[in-house]
């Protein structure tokens, strides 16, 4: 399995695990609302659209939006029930190759 692909899945899991448990604590640690409405105000903000999606064990989606040139990105978690959390957001986002384009040999 490539780096990437170890990467992207430890991100998974942490993110899997980590987001329930923020919001149980419902300290407010972890913003949530529509996912329409959260996604519109990243992309008018910062410039933010998806760049990557995968289904979490739990049924949950994984999502990772950056803007174009790369300057932040921020990992937002939508549960079953529809509610959508942001659970990190940063700066310096760099693109990596996809598995597909790994050529080792």
Known sequence: M??????????GVLIATAA???????DGSAPCGKREE???HLSQKYS???VAMGLATNGSLVEV?????????????TMPNGVT???AAGSNWEFTKTPAEDTET
């Open 2 to 11: 490539s780096r990437f692909a170890l990467s992207a899945v430890a991100l």
């Open 20 to 26: 329930p448990a923020a919001l149980a604590q419902g």
């Open 38 to 40: 959260l996604l519109s």
């Open 85 to 87: 959390c942001l659970m």
């Open 48 to 50: 933010e659209r998806p």
């Open 65 to 77: 939006l950056s803007s174009k040139a790369g300057g932040s990105f921020t990992i937002v978690y």
